[in-house]
């Protein structure tokens, strides 16, 4: 078989005779004819063993869940190496399509050499984003075959000619390799010599959990204090009933609760985990962190450990740390907890925000790299600092040396929490090509049911799309919309779009963009 390759190789299969072969092997025609039955039967074992111990590998990387520029560095890189251990085999290729093209196509594996529906999709699926331009993914095979391929194809020629000798040949190839790569990945770019956008580094839920104190707190209690009717109190917020964290809770300990619920659905070793973000507004200390807590509690030696507040927001903003530290490489698997005790900031006297607020705690890891088809991916993500804007700092506040959680200008926090928290929507839709009808769900801030109607209206989003959770937990902080995330988990679909927006005190927002 090895002769028969090698004179198929140099000669062409329309070229070479049964006789050439027995005579290159030195054996008699009638043996090669008994165990061979003819010339192209003996092409086709050839040609599918030559393939199929390579095709297979090349479909694995189109099929790959990385991103577009990685998968086209490692195609190309395997093709060429495919090419290079037989480097006949594109003019030999040629010379079977120019005499018999129907010989060639009935060959499984030369079929496979073509794209794959999984790299067709996701050809579309960037340029839905506008990371790179629309192509056809048939001309965009078509260019990667013709430049890895031709130059093999001629290099008899261009050695017959002088052009370059053996030795140059081979560097040639090696370099070859890389230009044929920068050309395809320009030739995707939006613009010339601008670079994919496709994020270098993945950003993955893996997975999630949260947890809430037993107790409750109605309306009932304040309407007994402030004088406010339970309608009235609901009427205001939406709340009918909040959370109230016990004598022995705080926010670290109700960071730890989160953790533990959360690891039930981990498929690696909670000591893997290499960066602890925490996010609170309501610290039980300022020193030792929830996040400091949860290393040790867990044994998770080698990790950064350090909390963050952008109050409100904070979420968000632990999140997009989270994916500085992967894209910096500095981590690759992380938690973000975070954690509200506002009931022992709360002034259950004052008239305007002493209902509003609800204890909880939430966590969630996040990964670089996917775990499991379950993993949600962050495709987009992104936070503001707004103290410039109207009243910022001085709009809620909580100054624990002296005052309880604050809210003076609750009509201010309530036109640019329901305007911003609209506006990055649309903005993080926008810049990924979508539109409202796209989003499966919305998981808005818990501030206030009318802030969240407002939100809706305005978008806008049917009420089925929104996911709510404060008609029970009341207000509970950076905590409410990873609780929101965490509590409805299941019911998200593959393929399937939830934009988490959030507003905070100082003022501060942010918005992630999530695919199942």
């Known amino acids: 078989m090895e002769v028969a390759k090698n004179l198929f190789m140099k000669k062409g299969v329309a ?32 040609f599918e063993h030559l393939l199929s111990t390579t095709v297979p590998a090349l479909q694995s990387i189109l099929n790959s869940d990385i991103t577009l520029e990685e998968k086209i560095k490692r195609y190309i890189d395997a093709y060429f190496n495919m090419v290079v251990k037989n480097p006949h085999l594109p003019f030999f290729v040629l010379n079977v399509l ?83 790569t920068d050309t395809l990945i320009s030739s995707l770019c939006p613009e010339p010599g601008e670079h994919l956008k496709s ?39 939406g709340i009918k009933e909040r959370r109230k964290a016990a004598p022995h809770e705080n926010s670290n300990t109700m960071a730890v609760e989160a953790v533990q619920r959360m690891m039930k659905s981990m498929s690696f070793p909670i000591t893997d985990i290499d960066l602890i973000v925490a996010g609170s507004y309501t610290p039980w200390d300022t020193i030792a ?32 740390i989270v994916e500085s530290y992967f894209a910096a490489g500095k981590a690759h698997k992380a938690i973000v907890v975070v954690s509200e ?33 379950e993993d949600v991916e962050v495709i987009d993500i992104f936070t503001r600092g707004l103290a410039h804007i109207s009243k910022g ?39 990924n090509n979508l ?19 407002k939100v809706g209206k305005d978008l806008p989003l049917k009420s089925n799309k929104v996911i709510t959770n404060m008609e029970y ?7 409410g919309a990873a609780i929101g995330l965490s509590e409805h988990w299941n019911r998200y679909r593959k393929d399937e779009l939830i934009a988490i927006a959030v507003f905070g005190g100082g003022y501060s927002s942010g918005v992630m963009l999530l695919k199942k």
């Open 393 to 431: 700092p001085g709009a809620v506040y909580c100054r624990t040396i002296t005052e309880k959680i604050q809210m003076p200008e609750g009509r201010d926090v309530f036109i640019h929490a329901s305007s911003f928290i609209t506006q990055q929507t649309r903005e993080i839709l926008e810049r």
């Open 98 to 180: 120019n005499n018999d093209p129907k010989k060639i196509n009935r060959l499984k594996a030369f079929q496979s050499l073509d794209y794959t529906e999984a790299f067709a999709r996701q050809l579309r699926e960037e340029a839905d984003k506008g990371h790179i331009r629309r192509v056809d993914p048939n001309h965009f095979f078509i260019n990667l075959q013709s430049l890895i391929n031709f130059p093999f194809a001629i290099q008899e020629a261009m050695k017959e000619k002088n052009i370059m000798n053996e030795k140059d040949l081979v560097q040639f190839f090696i370099e070859r390799k890389q230009v044929v």
């Open 15 to 46: 070229q070479t005779s049964v006789r050439d072969i027995a005579e290159e092997a030195g054996i008699n025609i009638a043996a090669l004819n008994y165990h061979f039955r003819s010339k192209e039967s003996l092409f086709e074992m050839i």
């Open 289 to 320: 962190t929830p996040a400091h807590d949860i290393q040790r509690k867990f044994g998770i030696e080698n990790s950064k450990a350090f909390m963050v507040s952008t109050a409100c927001s904070s979420f968000v903003t632990a999140v997009e």
């Open 199 to 237: 994020k270098k580094t993945g950003l993955f839920i893996h997975s999630i959990g949260h947890y809430f104190p037993e107790e409750k707190v109605d309306n009932a209690y304040y309407s007994s204090i402030n004088g406010l009717t339970e309608e009235e109190i609901f009427k205001k917020t």
């Open 435 to 453: 539109t409202p009808e796209n989003l499966s769900y919305l998981i808005p801030h818990q501030a206030n049911m009318r802030i969240i109607n």
């Open 473 to 479: 937990l009341g207000n509970t902080g950076c905590a």
């Open 341 to 373: 005790h506002n009931t022992a900031f709360n002034d259950d006297q004052n008239m305007m925000t002493g209902f509003l607020w609800g204890d909880g705690a939430a966590a969630l890891v996040l990964t670089s790299e996917r775990q499991s088809e």
